[in-house]
């Protein structure tokens, strides 16, 4: 009885008070708006709950609470080369997306370098920015020659000029599809998780160069250089180390022989544990057709896998398609221009990837001249 009379007298004070709540909140959802004219975008929701939808629009917000504005963080786009033919074309299609992608609304890539590691200047050296580093000394690579990779990055970094404060290791068989945004934070490099890196079921192998006091298997990132975007100091520190450790590796029987051609990416994920150093891992950072489907999302192709199919569009991988493209099938020289497209069901990842090889060799001139130093 008591309780029901207190209502009866607080009731009208509390719709007083729902009233005007509700007043100010109505006022501020339409005049945000009607700023914003974003109403029902996931970007205005989020915005609107980060920055209080019950706060009177009429008061400046204080700067210090406001969401700070995208700062742009560049990054030098950075790939290791040789001067054979195979390696040239590749570097050419690769640096006209870079261009095509560098200046778009959300790009934070900066300056580009081809390292060539073949010791002496190419017929490139006009048409792609380029720094000269040594090869390895003659045998020490064993016919490896991806062991060359550290040893160019070691030597840049000493000698070069980087404006830069990060670096996006990258390789010539990458197509930019969207304009890369840094994905590196201070001391936490962004890297792409490889399925095929897997140190924990190699603890055997990886406990000769990454010993039990260094801590667990299981702090070794499932990656390899590139494409890793990482602070260029961090890098100048780990480079050393994972030069000496690819070379240990290689001079390791075992560990060459279950490696193989992956040693070097084991390498580069050892010396950063070494160094302390973990990745961020980012599976939407790379794709690489025939086994990814789509390019959606998806910032950089890698295209090193051949891509099979017969005219049904079926998937033959393993045996020469009716319809191919592989990069190995241009060793010697250049693609031709207006390769024929994939087959209908095909997936959009490999349709997708011939057409932009496709534009970037219209496009780029003298495409289908002799190479001075690959003829």
């Not at 640096?95 to 560098?102: A, C, G, H, S």
């Not at 060459?256 to 939407?284: I, N």
Request: hydrophobic residues 40%; aromatic residues 12%.
């Amino acid at each position: 009885m008591i309780g029901r009379k207190t209502m009866g007298r607080v009731s009208p004070l509390l719709l007083v008070l729902l009233s005007l709540g509700f007043f100010f909140a109505t006022y501020t959802f339409v005049t945000m708006v009607i700023q914003n004219g974003k109403f029902g975008s996931s970007e205005w929701i989020t915005n609107g709950l980060e920055n209080g939808l019950l706060i009177d629009p009429i008061i400046e917000m204080p700067e210090h609470l406001k969401r700070p504005k995208r700062v742009k963080v560049p990054f030098h786009v950075a790939l290791t080369a040789t001067d054979a033919p195979y390696s040239r074309w590749q570097c050419r299609i690769m640096y006209y997306w870079y261009k095509k992608k560098k200046d778009l609304p959300g790009s934070d890539m900066g300056g580009f370098t081809r390292i060539l590691h073949s010791g002496s200047p190419d017929d490139l050296m006009q048409e792609i920015p380029t720094f000269v580093v040594d090869p390895l000394p003659s045998g020490l690579d064993k016919g490896y020659i991806v062991l060359n990779r550290p040893w160019a990055f070691v030597q840049w970094l000493i000698k070069a000029s980087i404006e830069e404060e990060y670096v996006l290791m990258a390789e010539p068989d990458h197509i930019f599809l969207k304009p890369l945004p840094n994905l590196a934070h201070r001391e936490y490099p962004a890297a792409f998780p490889f399925f095929y890196i897997k140190p924990t079921q190699n603890e055997k192998l990886i406990r000769k160069f990454y010993s039990e006091e260094n801590g667990p298997v299981a702090s070794i990132d499932p990656i390899g250089n590139s494409p890793v975007i990482i602070k260029k100091d961090l890098l100048a520190k780990i480079a050393p180390t994972w030069m000496n450790v690819s070379l240990k590796m290689k001079d390791d029987p075992e560990t060459d022989k279950t490696f193989g051609w992956v040693l070097e990416m084991y390498a580069y994920a050892v010396a950063s544990a070494l160094h302390g150093v973990q990745h961020v891992l980012h599976k939407d950072f790379m794709l690489q057709p025939p086994w990814d489907l789509e390019t959606k999302d998806k910032l950089i192709l890698h295209y090193t896998y051949g891509c099979d199919y017969n005219m049904k569009g079926k998937l033959t991988y393993g045996t020469i398609g009716e319809w191919r493209f592989d990069k190995r099938s241009y060793l010697h020289g250049p693609p031709p221009r207006n390769l024929p497209l994939p087959p209908p069901g095909v997936p959009e990842s490999v349709v997708t990837l011939v057409k932009m090889v496709n534009e970037a060799t219209a496009n780029i001139p003298n495409w289908d001249k002799t190479d001075l130093l690959g003829s």
